[in-house]
């Protein structure tokens, strides 16, 4: 019920507001003074994460796992704390160093990549290889940018980011100096990728345990530096255009790590940005990191990576494609079942206008084929069933190709081969050599297996030497591998092929060698020179092939067109 107050007022507004109205002819009201134009409706913020980013920074504590959110991250905790986070982005087995971070910068499980420690330690990434690192990829798209790579461990510098890239690399003695090299750098660049990896962490936890108190007071520490990081970022003023991420390769039990315990193989991933999601990313994987930095600064990524943008990363992104599940290269070959030798001629067709030295297709014999050289056997040898026909077993004997030279001409080989890992009792074996394999300077060559890791061409003139490595494929030890060397004496030019494919950096050879001549002793198949290298091959051969010639481009598609 009203009171009388108000129905006073109510009364006086009534009058009021006739006395606000006109009446004109037609006895219609005319509105009082004209409120202005609707206001226009809010349209929402368009928001575009691909391309929305000048700079992406990524930060890999190695063996810090996801023991993140055991231990006091307090700058972690500011940093990403309106950003997409996870503590269980899964990184593949083996849950080593090696294999995470190539997983990570080149967007592949490691059974593609093929990276050990061992390998990184010494052997440079191919740069042109079917996998390329995030790195060869902001290259090849935006040749003026500036990249770099700062590092505790420097062998992810050799042989995981690839060499002739122009990408500034540096190290240090512990995690603080690394730290200091990248403020340094910072204050003078700007780089478009940066990756950055501290290893106190992993140390700390093979020597005391991962999750013990001194362990998790290292990762905190290494929290600070990220932040000094992330300070200098901002001080720089780029940060409104950085995606920073950090993450690890993997984390740790015991003392130990390599297997599949929720410890080792579930890692943190955080990532910061303006157009980052506010929450938690979606199943989150190792090599998934790779396609995120190169989603951000616009770029396509190869289809031979097989990582994704997953859900929860950014605000417009569901996810990015599904995960590719590729078949393994050379899959084809290494599950090849026997089939019998195709006849001579075909042989002798694909092989005319060549100055064959050999062709031995080890059917139950080290004939030569062609009847261009005379052979010998010494040890034991068996027959198997093999690519074509039968294959030979070279693990407790060899062949001599006898009276075979090259000189200071060019040559190839070719052959299919079936390698088991080498021990360090076996070493590094001849697949064919004519050299005493005891130094490298001794005069000769030899092809060399040194399997889990590569195969090697080295030559000496007794003085100097040189050296050549290709990365074995990842699978080279579930069946048949074709293996070409190619030596061009001409260009001063060497390559292996694996599988029908070049995928490596040329070798040169160089100057002190361009009129070596590569001969020395017997030309052996499954030794070296002297045959009584302790090593022996652990191995099988067919279809053994040599020239005094190279072999081209055309050459290597036409066996590759033979043998399929």
Not at 148 to 156: D, L
Not at 221 to 235: E, N, S
Not at 284 to 293: H, L, N, S, T
Not at 493 to 504: L, N, S
């Amino acid at each position: 019920m009203k009171t009388r107050t108000s129905f006073i007022f109510a009364a006086l507004f009534c009058i009021l507001a006739s006395c606000d109205t006109k009446e004109n002819p037609g006895g219609k009201e005319e509105p009082g003074p004209n409120p202005g134009p609707e206001p226009e409706p809010e349209v929402p913020e368009v928001v575009v994460s691909k391309g929305a980013y000048k700079h992406v920074v990524i930060i890999g504590v190695d063996g810090a796992g996801a023991f993140f959110k055991d231990t006091d991250t307090p700058r972690c905790d500011e940093i990403f704390a309106g950003g997409a986070t996870t503590y269980q982005s899964l990184m593949a087995l083996p849950t080593m160093s090696a294999q995470g971070w190539a997983s990570i910068l080149h967007g592949v499980l490691p059974e593609f990549h093929g990276l050990t420690n061992s390998i990184i330690e010494k052997t440079p990434f191919p740069v042109n290889s079917r996998y390329p690192s995030v790195f060869r990829v902001v290259r090849e798209a935006m040749p003026n940018a500036e990249l770099a790579s700062f590092v505790e461990w420097n062998p992810i510098n050799i042989g995981i980011v690839e060499n002739n890239l122009d990408v500034v690399k540096g190290t240090g003695e512990d995690d603080a100096e690394v730290t200091g090299r990248i403020l340094t750098y910072l204050r003078s660049n700007t780089p478009t990728l940066m990756f950055v990896q501290f290893s106190s962490p992993d140390d700390i936890g093979e020597k005391y345990g991962f999750g013990t108190d001194i362990y998790l007071s290292t990762v905190s520490t290494a929290d600070a530096l990220v932040g000094r990081i992330y300070d200098q970022l901002k001080l720089n003023g780029i940060l409104d255009d950085t995606l920073f991420i950090v993450t690890a390769d993997h984390g740790g039990k015991g003392k130990t790590h390599g297997g599949d315990s929720d410890e080792e193989k579930y890692v943190f991933l955080g990532i910061a940005g303006k157009t980052v999601e506010n929450g938690t990313i979606v199943e989150a994987e190792g090599r998934d990191v790779a396609a995120i930095a190169a989603y951000a600064l616009g770029l396509e990524y190869p289809e031979t990576w097989s990582g994704h943008v997953p859900a929860g990363v950014f605000k417009d992104v569901k996810e990015v494609g599904p995960r590719k599940e590729t078949e393994l290269p050379g899959a084809q070959y290494r599950s090849h079942e026997t089939e019998p030798t195709p006849s001579l001629s075909s042989m002798e067709t694909l092989l005319a206008g060549h100055n064959v030295l050999a062709y031995l297709p080890f059917d139950e014999s080290i004939d030569d084929a062609m009847g261009k050289v005379q052979t010998t056997k010494s040890g034991t040898l068996q027959y198997y069933d093999a690519y074509y026909g039968k294959g030979v077993a070279l693990n407790n004997g060899y062949v001599t190709l006898n009276d075979v030279k090259v000189g200071t001409g060019s040559f190839s080989v070719a052959f299919w081969l079936k390698g088991s890992p080498v021990t360090p009792e076996t070493a590094d074996p001849g697949l064919i050599s004519n050299k005493d394999w005891y130094k490298g300077t001794y005069k000769g060559f030899i092809l060399s297996y040194r399997g889990t890791r590569d195969i090697k061409f080295n030559v000496g003139d007794g003085k100097n030497r040189m050296d050549y490595e290709r990365i074995l494929p990842s699978n080279y030890d579930q069946g048949w591998m074709h293996v070409i060397l190619t030596v061009d004496r001409e260009n001063r030019k060497v390559r292996i092929y694996y599988d029908f494919c070049f995928e490596g950096d040329e070798a040169e050879i160089p100057s002190a060698l361009a009129a070596a001549s590569f001969d020395s002793l017997s030309m052996n198949i499954g030794q070296d020179g002297t045959g009584t290298l302790e090593y022996k091959l652990p191995a099988q051969m067919d279809e053994f092939i040599m020239t005094a010639d190279v072999l081209s481009e055309a050459d290597v598609a036409a066996l590759k067109a033979y043998y399929e």
